[in-house]
Protein backbone atom coordinates (compact mmCIF):
# COMPACT_ATOMS: atom_id res chain seq x y z
CA UNK A 1 0.00 0.00 0.00
CA UNK A 2 1.48 3.44 -1.21
CA UNK A 3 1.35 5.41 1.54
CA UNK A 4 3.63 9.11 2.86
CA UNK A 5 5.84 9.09 5.69
CA UNK A 6 3.46 11.54 7.43
CA UNK A 7 0.42 9.01 7.15
CA UNK A 8 3.10 6.22 8.28
CA UNK A 9 4.04 8.77 11.34
CA UNK A 10 0.95 8.72 12.30
CA UNK A 11 0.08 4.95 12.44
CA UNK A 12 3.27 4.41 14.42
CA UNK A 13 2.29 6.80 17.19
CA UNK A 14 -1.41 5.31 17.41
CA UNK A 15 0.43 2.08 18.02
CA UNK A 16 2.87 3.57 20.35
CA UNK A 17 0.24 5.03 22.62
CA UNK A 18 -2.09 2.28 22.30
CA UNK A 19 0.57 0.42 23.56
CA UNK A 20 1.47 2.55 26.07
CA UNK A 21 -1.94 3.88 27.96
CA UNK A 22 -3.97 -0.04 26.57
CA UNK A 23 -6.82 2.16 25.12
CA UNK A 24 -8.26 3.46 21.91
CA UNK A 25 -5.83 6.97 21.27
CA UNK A 26 -7.52 10.44 21.54
CA UNK A 27 -6.67 13.18 18.86
CA UNK A 28 -5.32 15.34 21.46
CA UNK A 29 -2.69 12.48 22.20
CA UNK A 30 -1.44 12.22 18.51
CA UNK A 31 -1.76 15.84 18.40
CA UNK A 32 0.68 16.46 21.24
CA UNK A 33 2.98 12.95 19.93
CA UNK A 34 3.32 14.35 16.69
CA UNK A 35 3.43 17.87 17.40
CA UNK A 36 0.64 18.98 14.74
CA UNK A 37 -2.92 21.01 16.20
CA UNK A 38 -6.32 18.65 16.58
CA UNK A 39 -8.06 19.65 13.09
CA UNK A 40 -4.89 18.43 11.38
CA UNK A 41 -4.94 15.11 13.54
CA UNK A 42 -8.95 14.89 12.37
CA UNK A 43 -8.09 15.53 8.94
CA UNK A 44 -5.08 12.50 8.64
CA UNK A 45 -7.84 10.25 10.76
CA UNK A 46 -10.71 10.45 8.46
CA UNK A 47 -7.94 9.69 5.34
CA UNK A 48 -6.70 6.82 7.28
CA UNK A 49 -10.22 5.28 8.30
CA UNK A 50 -10.83 5.65 4.61
CA UNK A 51 -8.21 3.76 3.99
CA UNK A 52 -9.22 0.93 6.62
CA UNK A 53 -5.97 1.68 8.62
CA UNK A 54 -7.41 2.94 11.63
CA UNK A 55 -11.06 2.48 13.35
CA UNK A 56 -11.66 6.08 14.34
CA UNK A 57 -14.80 7.10 16.34
CA UNK A 58 -14.97 11.12 16.99
CA UNK A 59 -14.77 11.71 20.75
CA UNK A 60 -14.14 7.90 21.45
CA UNK A 61 -10.65 7.53 19.83
CA UNK A 62 -8.64 5.72 17.25
CA UNK A 63 -7.61 2.42 17.07
CA UNK A 64 -4.95 0.56 14.28
CA UNK A 65 -7.07 -2.13 12.11
CA UNK A 66 -4.92 -5.23 11.60
CA UNK A 67 -4.22 -3.97 8.28
CA UNK A 68 -2.94 -0.75 9.77
CA UNK A 69 -0.65 -2.63 12.65
CA UNK A 70 1.19 -5.03 9.84
CA UNK A 71 2.36 -1.68 8.08
CA UNK A 72 3.53 -0.24 11.81
CA UNK A 73 5.47 -3.62 12.56
CA UNK A 74 7.08 -3.38 9.13
CA UNK A 75 8.47 -0.09 9.72
CA UNK A 76 9.43 -1.12 13.40
CA UNK A 77 11.48 -3.81 12.24
CA UNK A 78 13.00 -1.44 9.76
CA UNK A 79 13.62 1.38 12.17
CA UNK A 80 15.07 -1.28 14.68
CA UNK A 81 17.07 -3.88 12.31
CA UNK A 82 18.44 0.09 11.50
CA UNK A 83 19.21 1.14 14.26
CA UNK A 84 21.52 -1.98 15.21
CA UNK A 85 23.07 -1.59 12.21
CA UNK A 86 24.10 2.03 12.91
CA UNK A 87 25.46 1.49 15.51
CA UNK A 88 27.30 -1.99 15.43
CA UNK A 89 29.09 -0.61 11.98
CA UNK A 90 28.60 2.99 12.29
CA UNK A 91 29.34 4.10 15.78
CA UNK A 92 26.26 5.81 16.36
CA UNK A 93 25.45 6.39 20.05
CA UNK A 94 21.98 4.86 21.11
CA UNK A 95 21.24 8.56 22.21
CA UNK A 96 21.72 9.65 18.33
CA UNK A 97 20.78 6.77 16.50
CA UNK A 98 16.62 7.42 16.65
CA UNK A 99 16.44 10.07 14.43
CA UNK A 100 18.40 8.98 11.81
CA UNK A 101 16.50 5.77 11.77
CA UNK A 102 13.42 7.54 11.88
CA UNK A 103 14.11 9.36 8.35
CA UNK A 104 15.46 6.16 6.73
CA UNK A 105 13.03 3.34 7.97
CA UNK A 106 10.35 4.80 5.25
CA UNK A 107 12.30 4.45 2.15
CA UNK A 108 14.14 0.68 2.60
CA UNK A 109 12.04 -2.10 0.35
CA UNK A 110 11.42 -5.62 2.50
CA UNK A 111 13.98 -6.97 0.58
CA UNK A 112 16.81 -5.07 1.58
CA UNK A 113 15.18 -5.60 5.52
CA UNK A 114 15.34 -9.04 4.74
CA UNK A 115 19.23 -8.90 4.14
CA UNK A 116 20.38 -6.58 6.71
CA UNK A 117 18.39 -8.94 9.20
CA UNK A 118 20.17 -11.71 7.68
CA UNK A 119 23.93 -9.48 7.62
CA UNK A 120 23.33 -8.93 11.58
CA UNK A 121 22.32 -12.00 12.73
CA UNK A 122 18.98 -11.86 12.52
CA UNK A 123 19.19 -9.74 16.02
CA UNK A 124 16.23 -9.81 18.51
CA UNK A 125 16.89 -7.02 20.09
CA UNK A 126 17.80 -3.46 19.00
CA UNK A 127 20.30 -0.94 21.16
CA UNK A 128 17.29 0.42 23.37
CA UNK A 129 16.72 -3.12 24.14
CA UNK A 130 13.43 -3.33 22.28
CA UNK A 131 12.48 -6.40 20.41
CA UNK A 132 12.83 -6.55 16.77
CA UNK A 133 9.69 -7.62 15.02
CA UNK A 134 10.50 -11.31 13.18
CA UNK A 135 10.00 -11.75 9.62
CA UNK A 136 6.66 -12.94 9.96
CA UNK A 137 6.21 -9.56 11.86
CA UNK A 138 5.71 -11.34 15.04
CA UNK A 139 6.73 -9.41 18.41
CA UNK A 140 6.87 -10.90 22.06
CA UNK A 141 3.66 -10.31 23.95
CA UNK A 142 6.28 -9.55 27.13
CA UNK A 143 8.99 -7.54 27.60
CA UNK A 144 12.29 -10.00 29.23
CA UNK A 145 12.98 -6.69 31.16
CA UNK A 146 12.26 -5.72 34.61
CA UNK A 147 11.36 -2.21 35.03
CA UNK A 148 13.90 -0.29 37.53
CA UNK A 149 10.77 0.81 39.80
CA UNK A 150 10.47 -2.90 40.68
CA UNK A 151 14.03 -2.90 42.67
CA UNK A 152 14.65 -1.92 46.47
CA UNK A 153 16.94 0.58 47.53
CA UNK A 154 20.54 -0.99 47.90
CA UNK A 155 20.13 -3.04 44.61
CA UNK A 156 22.44 -3.08 41.90
CA UNK A 157 21.08 -3.78 38.53
CA UNK A 158 22.70 -3.10 35.00
CA UNK A 159 20.33 -0.93 32.48
CA UNK A 160 19.01 -3.51 29.83
CA UNK A 161 16.45 -1.27 27.91
CA UNK A 162 16.12 2.52 27.97
CA UNK A 163 13.06 5.05 26.68
CA UNK A 164 14.60 6.77 23.45
CA UNK A 165 11.57 8.42 22.16
CA UNK A 166 11.39 11.48 23.73
CA UNK A 167 14.38 13.71 23.30
CA UNK A 168 14.27 15.10 26.13
CA UNK A 169 14.22 12.15 28.28
CA UNK A 170 16.63 10.63 26.33
CA UNK A 171 18.88 14.05 26.23
CA UNK A 172 18.63 13.48 30.29
CA UNK A 173 19.76 9.83 30.14
CA UNK A 174 22.60 10.65 27.98
CA UNK A 175 24.03 13.51 29.87
CA UNK A 176 23.82 11.80 33.05
CA UNK A 177 25.36 8.36 31.52
CA UNK A 178 22.58 5.92 32.23
CA UNK A 179 22.20 4.14 28.58
CA UNK A 180 21.88 0.23 27.61
CA UNK A 181 24.98 -1.55 29.51
CA UNK A 182 25.11 1.30 32.77
CA UNK A 183 25.50 -0.34 36.15
CA UNK A 184 23.58 1.60 38.78
CA UNK A 185 22.75 1.33 42.54
CA UNK A 186 19.48 1.70 43.20
CA UNK A 187 19.57 4.73 45.95
CA UNK A 188 16.80 6.36 47.26
CA UNK A 189 13.01 5.39 46.75
CA UNK A 190 10.78 8.80 47.24
CA UNK A 191 7.75 8.95 47.99
CA UNK A 192 7.02 11.72 45.91
CA UNK A 193 7.70 10.13 42.78
CA UNK A 194 11.19 9.89 42.42
CA UNK A 195 14.09 6.80 41.96
CA UNK A 196 17.65 8.15 42.71
CA UNK A 197 20.13 5.80 41.01
CA UNK A 198 24.37 6.18 40.97
CA UNK A 199 25.75 5.08 37.97
CA UNK A 200 29.35 3.25 38.47
CA UNK A 201 30.75 5.04 35.77
CA UNK A 202 30.17 8.49 37.65
CA UNK A 203 29.00 7.84 41.12
CA UNK A 204 27.16 10.78 40.85
CA UNK A 205 23.49 10.71 42.53
CA UNK A 206 20.61 10.94 39.48
CA UNK A 207 17.13 12.00 40.16
CA UNK A 208 14.63 10.11 37.91
CA UNK A 209 10.81 10.81 38.06
CA UNK A 210 9.02 7.62 38.36
CA UNK A 211 7.00 7.25 34.88
CA UNK A 212 10.84 7.85 33.30
CA UNK A 213 12.38 5.12 35.92
CA UNK A 214 9.23 2.69 34.79
CA UNK A 215 10.11 2.73 31.57
CA UNK A 216 13.99 1.69 32.27
CA UNK A 217 14.53 -1.90 32.19
CA UNK A 218 17.03 -3.98 33.69
CA UNK A 219 18.18 -6.73 35.12
CA UNK A 220 19.58 -7.54 38.76
CA UNK A 221 23.28 -8.31 38.90
CA UNK A 222 24.34 -11.54 41.02
CA UNK A 223 25.84 -11.10 44.43
CA UNK A 224 29.48 -11.87 43.10
CA UNK A 225 28.95 -9.24 40.47
CA UNK A 226 27.54 -6.54 42.58
CA UNK A 227 30.88 -7.12 45.10
CA UNK A 228 33.47 -6.69 41.98
CA UNK A 229 31.14 -3.57 40.66
CA UNK A 230 31.79 -2.02 44.14
CA UNK A 231 35.18 -2.66 44.69
CA UNK A 232 35.87 -1.29 40.80
Not at 170 to 192: A, C, E, K, N, W
Amino acid sequence: MDLSPVAEDYLKAIYHLEDEYGRPVRTTEISEELDVTSPTVTCMLDSLADRELVDYTPYLGVELTDCGEEIVLQLVRNHRLLETFLMEHLDYSWSTVHDEADCLEHHVSDEFTRRLATFLGEPAMDPHGDPIPDSNLKIPDETPHTALTEYETGETVIVEQVPHRDPDIRDYLSQHRIGPGTRLVVDTVSPIDLVTVVPSSTETAVALPTHVARRIGARATSREEADRIRQA
